[in-house]
């Protein structure tokens, strides 16, 4: 059955059950707290339907070239209440997603949401480089400053402009529509922005750090406007006059307690840092490290701030502790299951009913239009004041350009609070995926090039490379195993920031360094001051493999090791088929060489004759290195030579007979007369050690050594090692 026909069985299976399901659910909610039980159930099926829809949006989406964040949001869209997920059938006669009265997802859905976002910006928080962000503020608060007044002013024009057409009437820049729609364009996605800077690698650049430091700022602002707008709304709504001092009252204390935050959690880090290492364990430590992101998020939240914000500041003030990538290593897991969550119940706030009419669309796209101008306007303008070439202020300018969770976020305030129309929410959602799929494509296009973004360099820090070479692979894999183990016992947190290129970063208080292991090479970046630390590190290493090396200088049992290769007891091993990578064209039934040499080159040659192998001279080298290391001669007549080679896309195997037998150099000293040459991929996963188990297992039964040596063909010989022509040996 094919994985497709798999997944319509389940799918079938499903919802055959689902009714009795639903039914049996119901019952039991009439039977106890019927309206809460009820919710949590509703909430963990809208939880696993969720995830899967996000999963394969994302991935989608992933394949198509563009972010998977917009396949987590289309996927909300289609699953949401206001598409299937409203979709009535047995026992759920509102569907999976019913709308609710004051909101269109549930409170607990939506509280999943926010949590999240809170994780999101924690996690960006800590992927800041705050050395950079020193460096770049200036123009962050350019840049922020910038984004937001052009965008606002867009925002508000293009609403005051083309009322008469959407709305039917004519409205004045104060209108709540046109205030709300100039909020929601001066918001910037951090999330969205990050993540692709992350993937690409250089949210640690100077356009990157400017980017983050704009778009906190930006966002900090944007929660500004949405506090004046708020204010504005609710003078205008209950017939007062605007008190204009009491809305710079609200945006010198949202500034005021932003930058205090921050500057107070930048100077206190250290301690933060210290305080969280009393908590044994690295997951403790995230979890702790977290926990008071939320904390920070609600108090942020209750002095009149976005919660993100609070989330922020908090990984912000961890950014630059040695316990940084700890926390991100150990929150990873909870990261890929929230984040997603939150992207899909965003989308699941679109009504589509609301912007189904033709203006409203054309509309929606001439405001995603000016949205897009608005930031690349200014943002980009104000960079090129601050030492960025035209390049530089370009990635900025659509750096800048997504919008996501703040923008989302102060829609769904309007929609709340009644101050923003659903139709006007569907456009605000527009203008959110139509700049988000705009910006991924064309800022990863700009960060392509790798030409200067900057009219004169500035030098942050000295970065030094040392590089320390060894023989081989091996030795270098067991080299870096030493020296972390020798870190870690100095206190350093060790962490595995990219596994595809084997990066580890260690840090300890302020010592930052980063070492990649390379296949014959280990290469420290490190500051200038660490050089030293560096060289004593390795001088430990060292002295710790010349320990390794004497010890593995005692004599090893090589004898015992390969008698217990071919146990004789092998009644309760698995079978594994061998035909899968043998047949009778590899079998030789009279070798002609008279030598341990001539007896591999002999099968490599069927192997290479038969296209198995890229390069007959590499199999030959990786095979005579393992005969080096240890002899694959084994007793009762048996040897198997084997090795690891990327001269090989899968297991090969060669099989040949010598009934005169040839010194192989087994161990217990007899002529070896049954060959088994097998060749498995190195850089890539193979069932070689089941492979080589069963081999062991077919030759341990001296039965079928005997009916191999008696064998006349190699059609015989394929039967015999493949349990499938005991029946035949006996004609």
Known sequence: MCRMQKIIAFLSLFLLFLPSFALAMETTNSAAEPNMTHRMMMLAIQLGLIMVAARVGGNLFDKLKLPAVLGELCAGMLIGPYALGSLPFSGFPQGLFPLYSSFPVS????????????????????????????????????VGLGGVIVSFLFGVMCMVTFAPYVLGYSIDHMHPSALFLGAISSATSVGITARILSDKRQIGSPEGVTILAGAVIDDVLGIVVLAIV??????????????????????????????????????????ISTLLKRFQGKVAIALIAFSLALLLAGMFEQVGLAMIIGAYVMGLSLSKTDINHVVQEQLHNIYSFLVPIFFCVMGMLVNFKAIS????????????????????????????????????????????????????????????????????FGVAVLMVVITTMAAPPILVKLLKSPKKVMRKQIKIREIKELVFPFPNEEVTALLTNKVLKIIEAEGFFVSLIDVERQQYQMRRE??????????????????????????????????????????????????????????????????????????????????????????????????????????????????????????????????????????????????????????????????????????????????????????????????????????????????????????????
């Not at 007062?240 to 001092?245: A, M, R, T, Y």
């Not at 101008?373 to 200014?378: E, Q, R, S």
Request: charged share 20%; net charge neutral; hydrophobic share 50%.
């Open 357 to 424: 009419s033709v203006p409203l669309l054309i509309f929606g796209f001439v405001y995603s239009v000016m949205a897009i101008l608005a930031k690349v306007i200014g943002c980009g303008v104000p960079a090129l004041f601050f030492n960025f070439n035209l390049r530089g202020a370009l990635r900025i300018g659509f750096g800048m350009l997504p919008r996501g969770e703040v923008a989302l976020i102060m829609a769904g305030v309007g929609l709340a609070t009644g101050a923003f129309a659903p139709e006007m």
């Open 510 to 731: 302020n010592i930052v360094i980063n070492f990649t292991e390379h296949p014959s090479k280990l290469v420290f970046n490190c500051d200038e001051t660490e050089i030293q630390l560096i060289n004593a590190f390795m001088y430990e290493v060292i002295a710790e493999m010349e320990k390794t090396i004497q010890s593995l200088q005692k004599p090893i049992d090589k004898e015992k090791i390969s008698k217990q290769l071919l146990a004789t007891d092998t009644s309760s091993m698995k079978k594994y088929s061998l035909a899968e990578y043998l047949s009778p064209g590899m079998i030789l039934a009279n070798l002609a060489a008279k030598s341990k040499e001539g007896v591999i080159k002999e099968l490599l040659t069927v192997l290479s004759q038969a296209g198995k192998i890229a390069s007959f001279d590499e199999a030959w080298a990786a095979i005579w290195e393992r005969e080096k290391s240890m002899s694959t001669g084994m007793e009762f007549g048996i040897a198997i030579p084997h090795a690891r080679t990327d001269c090989v896309s899968q297991i090969v195997c060669a099989i040949g007979i010598k009934h005169e037998g040839i010194d192989f150099d087994s161990i217990d000293g007899k002529p070896a007369q049954i060959f088994v040459l097998i060749l498995t991929p190195k850089s890539k996963h193979s069932p070689f050690l089941q492979f080589l188990s069963q081999v062991s297992r077919t030759l341990s039964d001296a039965a079928k050594r005997g009916q191999l040596l008696e064998a006349k063909d190699a059609q015989e010989i394929f039967q015999i090692m493949t349990h499938s022509g005991e029946n035949a040996a006996k004609k």
């Open 230 to 271: 708020l204010g504005v709304i609710n003078v205008s709504q209950t017939g007062g006059v605007i008190n204009w001092s009491d809305i710079q009252l609200i945006a010198a204390r949202a500034i005021g307690i932003w930058l205090i935050a921050t500057i107070a959690g930048l100077a206190i880090s250290g301690r």
């Open 107 to 142: 409170p607990e859905l939506y509280g999943f949401a926010t949590i999240a976002s809170i994780l999101l910006l924690f996690i960006v928080g800590l992927e800041t480089d705050v050395n950079l962000f020193r460096h770049f503020y200036r123009a962050g608060v350019a």
